[in-house]
């Protein structure tokens, strides 16, 4: 500020003296006053040069781009009488530094290799900028063509220029290619520590931590902070996170000092263990330290005792370090949405005064994950209207499965369409999330109008259309399309055979099944696993063969458990076959036992025994059930009306218009069967 005042007295000295300031003192004067924020009086000042050189012209050009007033900073570069390298540099830099202004960059770029002035010649800085611009577009043609420019101009051999070389291969997806730069210089990048670090850098970034490795530990006198850190953030990404506990021991013990970068690895790496003991230990070095102000490092912290359930000392170092932090917000809403807690989730949700896409995503998640879709499809709604950035595709995954859950194809119908109007790359996940979606809503039509529009289709994609097929009676389709998928080369897993012989038990194919149960094994090495044994016992059972049910349990290689007897019991009820539910209701306690909560168990046996008649069994059943207070899970039904899903559970009188529905569903018995039977509804 003293500086700027200084400045202010001798422009003021000059004016009242009629003294013309020189060139350089003018040059001088503009850059003080845009450092100040002063951009309409060093405008001001350049408009009154009597005489300009290019340093006036780059002057007044940095000022604008500083300011990111690319208008009016290219309106003065396309005036300058006199461009140099320096001019070019700081335009494209400019562009190139800020988003939505990449091809304005390249385009400045190209231009430059033509401008005939003489002055302006590309350099290493105009090389390194272009090379970190086309590692953020990931455009490898672009880097190879500039790699070229290089190699044929001599500028591929400094430090930075092969560090960015390094750093654009790996980032563009061509590892081999960094690599390759390396090799081409004989290894002499190898004792350079800005090429080291961003090889190390690129490895650590492809999951190449071997190759890391024998980087790092060669001149391990030239490692420096960077290089310690990077490493340890590698093992963090590649799941190695006690290697990277260890490497921070011996990083303390070699004399480097940790930072933020090196404490945010560590946290996160006792996030992923969830290591309360030394998430704890952690905290009090930080605090020791004074360095839990870090909004990073605090929500590191955070987030540890999230993952770890102790949502107390979570709520304390919030409370003192982490509001008004986004990231510590964030924390704080998947560990109460993990706890089941989303009354207290929502809170700091709706307290929250900025609201990113993380926090949405966030909340929508923790609504999803329990399952309580209605919540979720209203905040969903809500972004949609609100805020300007696309949802990742990973929680619309998650909204697709939550439609699929309560068949709400209308809603599913909406985030597909979302989807669609966005422009959100549909990966495989998307693909079958969708498909699995209108599936499950009973729309089967458009679940294989989006399959056949599918060209790279994987084995996700193909269980997933040939289960749909399966649950809606389509036997042959689903029969046609796993001829289809192994016809493709496509490898079946244990899910494709659950989906086959669902298929064929809802349409009584034995042979069908019995076929694909023995291939499993015995064409594609996959050993059948309960759910399979299930879906045979249930075939079986379907088709009144109880005989050949009892025989093939006998087989099995393991004692059933509970999910095959209930599926025996099915089929017993089926056949009113009391004698052999008896059996299977003896192997069933021995598994369960009489003490269990299991009221589904209870009023299945109670059924088997009602279809056969023996009411005396049925009551013995009923009796054990009211002894143990034990009750089978109501029947639940979802109605869309609008907008809202009403739900009604069997019995149940808790709707807001409980007495107006009984009312109406009274009358309308008593136009069915007369007024004595309206008795029944009360």
Same mark, same amino acid.
């Given at each position: 500020?003293r500086?700027?005042?200084e400045?202010l007295k001798f422009q003021?000295h ?10 350089v ?12 924020g002063?951009?309409e ?8 040069m ?6 006036s012209?780059n002057?007044?050009?940095?000022t604008?781009?500083?300011s990111?007033n ?5 309106i ?7 461009k140099?390298s ?8 400019g562009?190139?530094r ?14 430059m290799?033509?401008d005939?002035n ?8 105009t090389l ?10 990931r ?6 063509q500039?790699?070229?420019f290089?190699?044929?101009s ?15 291969y ?5 590892f081999?290619d960094a ?5 081409e ?5 190898f004792?350079?520590?800005v090429?080291k670090n961003?090889?190390?850098a690129?490895?650590?970034r ?9 980087i790092?530990?060669?001149?391990p006198?030239?490692?420096?902070n !960077?290089? +310690?850190?990077?490493? $340890?953030? *590698? #093992? @963090?990404?590649k799941?190695?996170?006690?290697k &990277?506990i260890? %490497? =921070?021991?011996?990083m303390?013990?070699?004399g480097?000092?940790?930072?933020e970068?090196?404490?945010?690895s560590?946290?996160?790496?006792c ?15 930080v605090?020791?330290?004074?360095m839990?102000?870090?909004?990073f490092i605090s929500?590191?912290v955070?987030?540890?005792y999230?993952k770890?359930g102790?949502?107390s ?28 807690d989303m009354?207290q989730?929502r809170?700091?949700f709706?307290s929250?005064?900025?609201k990113?896409? !993380?926090i +949405?995503?966030?909340? $929508?998640s *923790? #609504? @999803? ?6 919540? &979720?499809?209203? %905040? =969903?709604?809500e ?24 068949a709400?194809?209308?809603?599913g119908k ?8 966005t422009g959100?790359?549909?990966?495989e996940k998307a693909i079958?999330?969708?498909?699995d ?19 790279v289709?994987?084995t996700?994609i193909y269980?997933?259309?040939?289960a ?9 389709e689903?029969i046609f399309?796993?001829?289809?998928m ?5 490898k ?10 669902s298929a064929?038990r ?7 099944g ?15 696993e ?7 016992v249930d ?8 005989e ?9 290689p ?6 095959i007897?209930?599926?025996?019991l099915?089929?017993?009820?089926a056949n009113?076959?009391v ?7 003896k192997?069933?306690m ?10 589904s168990?209870?009023f299945?046996?109670a ?9 005396g069994?049925m009551g013995?059943v ?18 869309q009306i ?5 739900i ?14 009984y ?6 018995i008593?136009?069915l069967?007369g ?8």
């Amino acid at each position: 500020m003293r500086v700027l005042k200084e400045g202010l007295k001798f422009q003021s000295h000059a004016i009242k003296s009629g003294f013309h300031p020189t060139i350089v003192t003018t040059n001088q004067l503009i850059d003080l006053y845009s450092k100040h924020g002063f951009i309409e009086d060093a405008q001001k000042l350049f408009d009154e040069m009597p005489d300009r050189n290019v340093f006036s012209w780059n002057t007044i050009l940095n000022t604008y781009i500083k300011s990111r007033n690319f208008s009016r900073a290219r309106i003065i570069f396309n005036s300058s009488p006199c461009k140099d390298s320096v001019t070019y540099n700081s335009m494209i830099a400019g562009y190139a530094r800020s988003d939505g202004y990449e091809n304005e960059a390249i385009e400045l770029f190209n231009q430059m290799q033509f401008d005939n002035n003489g002055i302006a010649r590309i350099d290493e800085f105009t090389l390194t900028t272009m090379l970190n611009l086309i590692a953020k577009l990931r455009v490898l043609r672009y880097g190879m063509q500039v790699h070229c420019f290089m190699v044929k101009s001599g500028s591929d051999l400094s430090a930075f220029a092969l560090s960015s070389l390094i750093d654009m291969y790996s980032k563009c997806g061509s590892f081999s290619d960094a690599l390759r730069v390396i090799k081409e210089c004989n290894g002499e990048g190898f004792v350079d520590l800005v090429v080291k670090n961003a090889l190390i850098a690129a490895c650590c970034r492809e999951g190449q931590m071997e190759t890391a490795e024998q980087i790092f530990f060669t001149n391990p006198e030239f490692n420096d902070n !960077v290089t +310690w850190n990077t490493m $340890i953030s *590698g #093992y @963090v990404q590649k799941g190695w996170e006690k290697k &990277a506990i260890e %490497l =921070f021991k011996c990083m303390g013990q070699d004399g480097f000092q940790w930072n933020e970068h090196t404490l945010a690895s560590l946290l996160t790496a006792c996030t992923s263990l969830k290591d309360l003991k030394l998430g704890k230990e952690v905290h009090a070095w930080v605090l020791k330290q004074g360095m839990c102000s870090n909004s990073f490092i605090s929500s590191g912290v955070i987030d540890i005792y999230c993952k770890c359930g102790t949502m107390s000392y979570a709520e304390g170092v919030f409370k003192t370090f982490g509001t008004g932090n986004i990231f510590a917000v964030t924390s704080m809403i998947v560990g109460y949405s993990a706890k089941g807690d989303m009354k207290q989730a929502r809170r700091l949700f709706d307290s929250s005064g900025e609201k990113n896409f !993380v926090i +949405w995503t966030a909340i $929508i998640s *923790g #609504y @999803v994950r329990l399952q309580n879709c209605e919540d &979720a499809f209203i %905040l =969903f709604r809500e972004y949609a209207e609100k805020e300007t950035v696309v949802l990742d595709a990973v929680i619309l995954v998650s909204l697709l499965c939550a439609c699929a859950v309560k068949a709400n194809v209308d809603f599913g119908k909406q985030i597909h369409a979302y989807i669609l109007r966005t422009g959100i790359p549909m990966d495989e996940k998307a693909i079958s999330a969708t498909i699995d979606m209108y599936s499950k809503c009973g729309s089967i039509v458009y679940s294989q109008r989006i399959f056949r529009t599918v060209s790279v289709k994987d084995t996700v994609i193909y269980n997933v259309m040939i289960a749909g097929f399966a649950h809606h009676g389509y036997e042959q389709e689903a029969i046609f399309l796993f001829e289809e998928m192994i016809a493709k080369g496509l490898k079946p897993d244990a899910v494709t055979f659950i989906a086959l012989l669902s298929a064929c038990r809802h349409s009584g194919l034995i042979k069908v099944g019995e076929n694909y149960f023995s291939s499993m094994s015995e064409n594609y090495g996959i050993t059948p696993e309960t759910d399979h044994y299930a879906c045979m016992v249930d075939l079986y059972g379907r088709s009144n063969q109880l005989e050949k049910a009892v025989s093939f349990m006998e087989k099995m290689p393991f004692e059933p458990d509970s999910i095959i007897i209930s599926t025996f019991l099915n089929a017993c009820r089926a056949n009113r076959n009391v004698e052999l539910a008896r059996t299977a209701e003896k192997k069933l306690m021995e598994i369960e036992g009489y003490n269990g909560n299991h009221g589904s168990r209870y009023f299945q046996l109670a059924s088997v025994y009602a279809s056969g008649g023996e009411w005396g069994e049925m009551g013995r059943v009923m009796r054990i059930m009211r002894g143990k207070e034990v009750k089978k899970v109501a029947g639940c039904s979802w109605l869309q009306i609008g907008n809202g899903v009403h739900i009604f559970t069997s019995g149940g009188r808790s709707h807001t218009e409980a007495e107006a529905i009984y009312s109406i569903l009274g009358c309308l018995i008593n136009e069915l069967y007369g007024e004595d039977t309206c008795d029944m509804l009360d």
